[in-house]
């Protein structure tokens, strides 16, 4: 693939100026045109060290005539001691733009495949996964309305060590001449190789790689620049022929096909007072005990919790956390997205509040908001709904890859005990705030949410990470269960390390 680009292309210096003031011109324009129709734009950098991509060439034309509230730069960097604490694309989930605005990575995500791989900082087993990984990635980003520009700038082996002995003479630029770079140029053979095939497994319908002829530094600006124009026009023209997607209404009756989940939890089990103040003490102790095990191992732990309104998460919760050192977990509940969070992917919100290694993190709701309620009320559209299922899989199976204990509850209670809670806080002064007209609201649509419930759990659950359906009936066995549960998933995983 790369040798069949021709290296010696070049353009003139009055072909260059003409080409590039029009060039600049459109992508001003085209930029303002992103900005008012909310089109996110990702543009990845990446290609031979001293190819030109940085602060002295590429990047400052393709940003020269553009507003700068409309753009941001990322440098990316190697991975900090931080950022190792999460999945490797963690960090740049924290950097993907908002809608309307454009996103620059001078290197990206793909250096995990390439410096990385080079200096052996990665398994070459993984290679396959992070690739994959790094697809789902950008299809999710294209899914969700974004654009993706991606360009390898290549350079010959004789052009990247004169421009890198250049660079490392010249006192203004040194500093930035990094060891790997000159590794680059030590294993060129074999990075190029790297290269090849990350282009081959990552070059997609909807993220191709451009190649770019790099040892002529105006043909290269050229040809980004022309690029970027295209690409920028063809997200444009998309949006305005995208037809208007139907919501069709959610059938109240499973199909014959589908398994009714729901119904075969018991909920009469329960718990005496006296087993129970036995059994929550045994399992709070044991989950405090594990809490030290998970900070040793450095293991991240993730407690996701979805149920009925008033099924008890938070009083489960209580008891869950009751023991726990609270400087090693913390809790987040999740409401309706903000206006922030609609800007972003929908998952963006739930990236950034992951826990790092060694600490329990516990969401009270989550991203199977996304075929619950967003489905049900018709805030997410049938294809978007229907996208989530196979999107929820493969942000969970990422975690699961990046050695994540991930345990899902459904806290399952009758309607007839959820009417019941309804009126007891209603008529206690001290519980009337946890009780809004959405949540009757909610209630009368109880058949709706429960073919939701059974299509999610029968959608979502896999091997690495089922649902568990909690009766919730009796809070008493609810509480002691979940707490059970989650302790069993630390003990089978501590198994292996």
Not at 278 to 302: F, N, T
Not at 417 to 435: A, T, V
Request: aromatic share 12%.
């Amino acid at each position: 693939m790369l040798e069949t680009l021709d290296l010696d292309l070049s353009l003139d210096k009055d072909t260059y100026k003409r080409q590039l003031e029009v060039l600049m011109g459109q992508l001003r324009s085209l930029q303002n045109n992103c900005w008012q129709k909310k089109l996110p734009i990702l543009i990845v950098l990446e290609g031979w060290a001293a190819a030109g991509k940085g602060e002295s060439a590429l990047v400052k034309k393709i940003v020269g005539y553009m507003d700068p509230r409309g753009f941001v730069v990322h440098p990316i960097w190697p991975t900090t001691k931080q950022e190792k604490q999460y999945p490797f694309l963690w960090r740049f989930w924290q950097k993907i733009p908002r809608a309307g605005q454009i996103g620059i990575f001078h290197h990206s995500w793909y250096t995990h495949v390439l410096e990385d791989r080079l200096l052996k900082n990665v398994s070459e087993g993984d290679m396959p996964i992070i690739m994959r990984q790094i697809n789902t990635f950008e299809r999710q980003m294209v899914d969700n309305g974004a654009a993706i520009a991606k360009f390898w700038i290549h350079l010959s082996k004789k052009e990247l060590k004169k421009r890198l002995k250049q660079s490392a003479a010249d006192p203004l630029k040194a500093w930035r001449v990094k060891s790997q770079d000159w590794q680059q140029a030590k294993n060129y053979e074999k990075y190029t190789a790297f290269a090849e095939e990350m282009l081959i497994h990552t070059s997609t319908r909807f993220a191709p790689w451009a190649l770019v002829e790099g040892n002529s530094q105006r043909w290269a600006r050229v040809k980004v620049l022309t690029e970027i124009v295209s690409i920028f026009t063809q997200a444009l023209d998309q949006i305005h022929i995208r037809a208007p997607r139907p919501n069709n209404p959610l059938q109240e009756q499973l199909k014959h096909t589908e398994q009714d989940f729901l119904a075969q939890v018991d909920l009469t089990q329960s718990l005496s007072l006296k087993e129970y103040k036995k059994s929550l003490k045994q399992q709070q102790e044991l989950l405090s005990k594990l809490q030290l095990k998970i900070y040793k191992h450095q293991l991240p732990v993730l407690i996701v919790f979805e149920g009925w309104d008033a099924a008890g998460k938070g009083g489960t919760i209580k008891r869950l956390t009751d023991n726990l050192d609270p400087r090693s977990y913390i809790v987040n509940a999740f409401a309706a997205p903000t206006e922030e969070e609609k800007a972003y992917h929908y998952l963006w919100r739930f990236w950034k509040k992951l826990p790092e290694a060694g600490k329990i993190g516990i969401f009270d709701r989550s991203w199977y908001g996304r075929v619950l309620v967003e489905r049900v009320e018709g805030f997410a559209t049938e294809l978007e709904w229907q996208c989530a299922y196979r999107e929820i899989n493969e942000f969970e199976e990422q975690l699961i890859t990046a050695g994540y204990i991930l345990v899902k509850f459904w806290l399952h209670i009758s309607q007839e005990e959820q009417l019941k809670r309804f009126n007891e806080r209603q008529n206690d002064p001290f519980k009337q705030y946890k009780l809004t007209e959405e949540d009757w609201r909610n209630r009368e649509k109880w058949q709706v949410y429960e073919v939701a419930v059974n299509q999610m759990i029968q959608g979502t659950s896999r091997p690495t990470t089922p649902w568990t359906l909690i009766a919730g009936d009796n809070k008493r066995y609810a509480r002691v269960k979940v707490i059970e549960t989650v302790t069993e998933a630390i003990n089978y995983q501590l198994k292996f390390r």
